[in-house]
């Protein structure tokens, strides 16, 4: 029978012929991720199994990224029994404080690779769809059952095929591709399905814009999202990885659940008002709307083309008397390039506060909670009530120049008009 990427990478994980939708295999991931202090807690469920060693230490990968640096006593204690089960266990693959953010730094330093399963303690481990991968969220106790059987059944999801054609304008990315289609198909527009990207449009989006696409699939309820492997897929590979994948496409006659077009030249910039993600709007209505805060990073966007851009519009002039704004790179490896590429100099002279790579402003740890009744325009992937540490706050979410042109201008503007394109 004709078959869906879903369909066809789960058969293969599952060692079948064929694998259908609403179907329960047993897989075996490629890759399990857990993330943060939370870890210590899916360490304290492995121990309570009983096992002694965990199934494949080489196929585990342990990030150190949510609450770094340690800013609770809490915190480093976990941090502390997570830093020892990694030494005792010899995971190859742990990466302590200050490397970065799980979701860039699994793809950056080539942990997974298309046609790759990957199970995550992290609702955003759908990120590496967009090289091809099937990557997909899982709970605690799941992760620690893993930790000791290298085994989990999975439900095979039905498949949205969303066909995107055009280009994307200038001063528009995939971060507005992603809000408009949460806007268009809500937060429960996609429950545990798999949403597939194809069309001529594709070929348009950067890596950095399929990583962002990807990564916020989950608030629309995706189970995994995925971009096939193409020209530019291959090119960015290439320079990461040299260990050989086996790409996974559909068949072209698979079954859809639905099939949703888009017209990426006809897109604007968009932003996601509180206290949901599918409140979305054209930048063009809530033009004017004052803020406190502005926030650039993420696993979301805070990759090098994400502060980029945002520096491109931030060159030569400063940040509003009354907005603070605040940046963070994915990684140490984009601070590196930031700085070596002279943009951290950029945001520094803007009047911009530069913090080390990690999670904390996104959900609301450390280094940029917000005041009772501010608002805070961010690049993050959430923006429900208290996401940035205050309930009694506001959270927009918009695209990297939406953001560098807000800070600028110290309330929410269409970064078309600084670039000259609108």
Request: charged letters at 20%; proline letters at 5%; glycine letters at 10%.
């Amino acid at each position: 029978m004709p078959a869906t990427f879903a369909e066809k990478v789960l058969a293969t994980k599952a060692s079948k012929s064929e694998a259908h939708a609403g179907e329960i295999v047993k897989v075996k991931p490629d890759m399990v991720l857990s993330v943060g202090a939370a870890t210590a807690i899916v360490i304290g469920l492995f121990s309570e199994l009983g096992v002694e060693k965990v199934w494949d230490p080489e196929r585990i990968a342990l990030i150190l990224d949510h609450e770094t640096p340690a800013q609770t006593v809490l915190d480093a204690n976990s941090h502390k029994i997570i830093r020892k089960f990694a030494q005792e266990q010899h995971i190859v693959h742990f990466l302590d404080v200050g490397e970065g953010i799980c979701h860039q730094l699994m793809v950056e330093k080539a942990l997974v690779l298309p046609s790759d399963l990957v199970l995550g303690k992290d609702s955003h481990t759908t990120t590496y769809g967009a090289i091809g991968a099937f990557a997909a969220p899982i709970d605690a106790t799941e992760t620690a059952c893993l930790y000791a059987t290298g085994e989990t059944w999975l439900r095979v999801p039905e498949s949205i095929k969303i066909e995107l054609e055009g280009d994307l304008p200038a001063g528009v990315s995939g971060k507005d591709l992603i809000l408009y289609l949460l806007g268009r198909l809500s937060s429960e527009g996609a429950v545990y399905m798999s949403i597939e990207f194809h069309g001529a449009g594709v070929g348009h989006l950067s890596i950095a814009d399929r990583l962002t696409v990807a990564n916020m699939s989950i608030e629309m309820g995706a189970k995994n999202c995925v971009f096939f492997v193409d020209s530019l897929t291959v090119s960015f590979l290439s320079r990461i990885s040299k260990r050989r994948y086996e790409p996974i496409t559909p068949d072209a006659n698979a079954e859809y659940r639905e099939i949703v077009q888009v017209d990426l030249s006809a897109l604007t910039p968009q932003v996601a008002c509180p206290h949901e993600v599918d409140n979305v709007k054209g930048v063009e209505e809530l033009k004017g709307l004052a803020l406190d805060q502005v926030f650039i990073g993420s696993c979301t966007n805070g990759r090098f083309d994400d502060l980029a851009i945002a520096a491109s519009i931030l060159r030569g002039k400063k940040v509003h008397s009354g907005v603070r704004l605040i940046v963070a790179p994915a990684s140490r490896q984009i601070f590196i390039d930031a700085v070596k590429a002279g943009l951290i100099e950029t945001f520094l002279s803007s009047g911009a506060i530069i913090l080390p790579p990690g999670c904390g402003p996104c959900f609301g740890a450390h280094s940029g909670i917000l005041g009772d009744g501010e608002r805070c325009l961010a690049t993050t992937n959430r923006n429900f009530r208290g996401r940035m540490g205050n309930p009694n706050s506001e959270v927009f979410l918009a695209s990297p120049a939406t953001a560098a042109a807000s800070a600028i201008s110290g309330e929410i503007s269409d970064p078309r008009r600084i670039m000259g394109k609108g």
